[in-house]
Every structure is written in C-alpha cells, then in structure tokens.
C-alpha cells in the first residue's frame, strides 16, 4: 500500500510563505490524484488543492491566486507552496492519495492519508 509523510510545517507571519511536502512510499499506478486538505479547530476538513499524474491541477476558491501545488516524479513528492499567508490558513494540513479517474476536492475520493503537519499563521 501507500503510505504518505507530511513536513514542512511551521509558524509564519501573515503575509509569510511557507511550502509543505508529503513524500509517498511508492507510486504503483501511472493514473493518480495527489491532494492536500486542511482542517482547523471546530471546522469541517476542506480540499485545498490537488494534482493529478498529467500535471493538472485544481484550488480551492479560498486558495487560488496564493497557493501552487506541484510535483516531483523522480522523489516521488508532492508540494504545496502557500504564499500571502492569511490567520484563516492556519489549520492542520493533510497529504491524501488515490487513483481515481479524476481528481476532486472531495475527501471521501482519498484512500491513502498521512498524518497532517500543522500549519500556523500569525
């Protein structure tokens, strides 16, 4: 099976950028969804953005314009760089996985999931 590691996380400032990474074991599909979520305290989780094999990506409305997901094959990693910091990013951030045959916001689509890095804006 999959298993997905989180890093990166930390504190910032608000107008700060931050960048996390989840690293997965190993990548047996050529066809898959890489997707990160967050949830903070007393709120339901929410898809932030996510990539799929091809290179396509998709954002949350929330996100768009600050967040830029991205991947490196070779390292089996994906990224997710966070700039123009806002207090509402702060949450804890997940790295999720699956190969479906196409790639939603939608937790429910996800597999595989690591074990979330906390990320705080101040």
């Known amino acids: 099976h999959v298993q997905l590691v989180e890093s990166g996380g930390g504190s910032v400032q608000a107008g700060g950028s931050l960048s996390v990474s989840c690293t997965v074991s190993?990548?047996?599909?050529?066809?898959?969804?890489m997707a990160w979520f967050r949830q903070a305290p007393g709120k339901e989780r929410e898809g932030v953005a996510a990539?799929?094999?091809?290179?396509?990506?998709s954002y949350a409305d929330s996100v768009k314009g600050r967040f830029t997901i991205s991947q490196d094959n070779a390292k089996n990693t994906v990224y997710l760089r966070m700039n123009s910091l806002k207090p509402e990013d702060t949450a804890m951030y997940y790295c999720?996985?699956?190969?479906?045959?196409?790639?939603?916001?939608?937790?429910?689509?996800?597999?595989?999931w690591g074990q979330g890095t906390q990320v705080t804006v101040s």
């Open positions: 190993r990548r047996t599909y050529s066809t898959y969804c």
């Open positions: 990539i799929d094999s091809d290179g396509s990506t």
């Open positions: 999720a996985a699956d190969h479906p045959s196409a790639c939603r916001l939608d937790a429910d689509d996800y597999l595989y």
